[in-house]
């Protein structure tokens, strides 16, 4: 998908805007209908991983949860920088390249599959189906201690682990970067064509 997105990403937003100046022509009506059906899968998605987030919460000395309100923070905050980039992109104030944008945005997610990856990893070796989940790669647990914020934005993010096995190591680098360099050479042939991509 990453692959494809950096290569489609040349004519897409033409592509785009002509669907959908054609689906408008044939009824304003059904445009808004598929929007919304989109709109709200998201945002049922959204609305059961919060509930589940919340529900999570914290466990007391006696056993008994807590529902935290963490999670509901974040979610308006990113709704608001959501609301924010969606008003500023429609009044013309950012103008995206889509094709530095799914550049950038792919190698992001390069290194998130990685990271989950490596979280399977070490999952398998917790279930003792793999071996290896005291050999350590390193520990910096001391730097980034897990129940920190930034302990838990790396691991939310990138599931980033201050003690990681040698063998949550190895796969991460076995596929960060054999991928991460192709994606780069890929991107690479394309880089000539951006002066030419419409925004």
């Known amino acids: 998908m990453i692959f494809w997105m950096s290569a489609a ?3 897409l937003g033409a592509e785009l805007r002509g669907q959908i100046d054609r689906a408008a022509e044939g009824g304003r009506w059904s445009l808004a209908v598929v929007a919304m059906l989109a709109v709200g899968r998201e945002g049922l998605e959204t609305a059961l991983f919060l509930w589940a987030a919340t529900q999570a919460g914290t466990r007391d000395a006696v056993g008994s949860v807590t529902p935290t309100w963490e999670p509901l923070v974040g979610a308006l905050l990113g709704i608001l920088v959501a609301v924010a ?3 500023l992109i429609y009044r013309g104030a950012i103008r995206l390249n889509l094709t ?3 550049t950038w945005t792919g190698a992001f997610l390069i290194l998130v599959a990685g990271g989950v990856l490596a979280y399977g990893i070490h999952d398998l070796q917790e279930a003792g189906i793999l071996p290896g ?3 350590l790669a390193f520990d910096v647990s001391d730097v980034i ?3 920190s914020w ?3 934005l790396l691991k939310g993010v990138f599931n980033f682990s201050p003690a990681t ?3 949550e190591a190895l796969a991460w680098v076995l596929y960060v970067v ?3 360099v192709l994606f780069l050479f890929r991107t690479r042939i394309f880089r000539p064509n951006l002066q030419t991509q419409e925004h």
């Open 9 to 11: 990403a040349r004519g």
């Open 85 to 87: 980039l969606g008003y």
């Open 100 to 102: 530095v944008f799914f």
């Open 150 to 152: 930034y302990g838990t």
């Open 165 to 167: 096995t040698r063998l």
């Open 178 to 180: 054999p991928v991460g």
């Open 145 to 147: 201690p897990p129940s």
């Open 133 to 135: 989940l005291h050999s």
